[in-house]
């Protein structure tokens, strides 16, 4: 069983750029999409979510997560989605691998950033994931997610031949 979990920190009826590659990965994979949450609101004004984010890099913070309702001993596969935050994933994706055996698993991360690529995020989440096989990663620019379509499709591909 393959699992599609992303991070998202929207408010209400907003949606963001990463669950816009998150759903075309779960659909064209037939995996299970989950979404990764912060028990804490982040602010929906930019300038304040900036400051916030920030000061929980600078601090390295890990934020409390709503805990996830799946059997991780079914999921072989991973495909883990993020938006890039000062470098890197956000600070609650850090809580999530710290405390999920993800031992054995192979994880595909993506990414969705304006300029930085997957920056840090993969080289963190092989220090966080020992265990596990990490492929590489598909970085998508936030503004291009609707048209990431044949991106996604050449990664899968090439995922599928390695
Ligand atoms: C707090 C914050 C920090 C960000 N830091 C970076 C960064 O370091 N590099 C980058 O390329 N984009 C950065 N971005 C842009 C986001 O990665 C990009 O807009 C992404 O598509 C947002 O995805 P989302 O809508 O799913 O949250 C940042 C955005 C925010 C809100």
Request: proline residues 6%; neutral net charge; aromatic residues 8%.
């Amino acid at each position: 069983m393959a699992v599609v979990l992303y991070f998202d920190h929207s408010q209400g009826q907003t949606t963001g750029n990463t669950v816009v590659v998150a759903e075309k990965i779960a659909a064209l994979t037939e995996s299970q999409l989950v979404p990764l949450k912060a028990e804490k609101s982040y602010p929906e004004d930019y300038q304040t979510l900036l400051q916030v984010t920030k000061a929980e890099a600078t601090n390295q913070a890990r934020p409390e997560i709503i805990p996830l309702a799946l059997d991780w001993s079914k999921a072989n596969t991973l495909f883990l989605g993020y938006p890039i935050w000062w470098g890197r994933f956000p600070r609650a994706v850090a809580t999530f691998l710290e405390n999920t055996d993800l031992s054995g698993k192979t994880i595909y991360p993506f990414c969705t950033h304006e300029g930085s690529r997957l920056g840090q995020s993969v080289t963190e989440l092989q220090q966080l994931c020992p265990q596990s096989t990490i492929q590489t990663g598909l970085p998508v620019r936030g503004s291009k997610v609707q048209q990431s379509d044949q991106a996604i499709k050449n990664w899968l591909a090439q995922m599928t031949v390695n």
